[in-house]
C-alpha cells in the first residue's frame, strides 16, 4: 500500500500515462491538389469567368456560356453559382422570357473596363 497522501498522485500519473498510451497519432497532411476556394487553371470556372470577361458589356444566358465554353449545362451551372458567391459576376431576371432565366455578366473594375473597352472597339 502507497503512503498516505500520495495514492492520489500515483493514480493521476498512471492515468496520464494511459491516456498519453491511447492518443492515436496524427494521420500526415497530405497535399490537396483542388484546395477550396480558389479558381484552377482550364477549370470551367475558369474558362466562364473568362468568356463572361471576353465580352464584358454583353448579358448572356446560361446556355449562351455553356455553348460558348463548350463545357455542359451542369458544370457551367455550378461555374455560375460559384462565381455569383464569389462575387465575380452578376445576374439578372431575363425579361425577354420568364423571371426564372437569368443572363450573367461579368463584375469587372474601372481599370479592366478601360483595358476591355481598348481591346473591342
Known amino acids: 500500500m502507497d503512503k498516505p497522501g500520495t495514492s492520489g498522485i500515483t493514480t493521476m500519473v498512471w492515468q496520464l500515462l494511459l491516456l498519453q498510451k491511447q492518443q492515436r497519432p496524427r494521420p500526415p ?3 490537396n491538389p483542388r484546395p477550396a476556394g480558389m479558381i484552377l ?9 473568362c468568356e463572361l470577361r471576353a465580352r464584358y ?9 455553356a455553348c ?7 458544370a457551367v451551372q455550378w461555374a455560375l453559382l ?12 431575363d425579361v425577354n ?8 455578366q461579368a ?5 479592366e473596363r ?6 473591342n472597339p
Request: proline share 7%; aromatic share 12%; no cysteine.
Open 29 to 31: 497532411s497530405y497535399y
Open 57 to 65: 458589356p454583353v448579358w448572356q444566358s446560361r446556355s449562351q456560356i
Open 114 to 119: 478601360k483595358e476591355l473597352s481598348s481591346k
Open 68 to 74: 460558348s465554353v463548350g463545357k455542359n449545362r451542369g
Open 82 to 93: 460559384y462565381l455569383m458567391q464569389q462575387k465575380l459576376i452578376k445576374a439578372v431576371p
Open 97 to 104: 422570357r420568364n423571371p426564372r432565366y437569368l443572363r450573367y
Open 41 to 49: 487553371p482550364g477549370s470551367t470556372t475558369e474558362l466562364v469567368l
Open 107 to 111: 463584375i469587372v473594375k474601372y481599370a
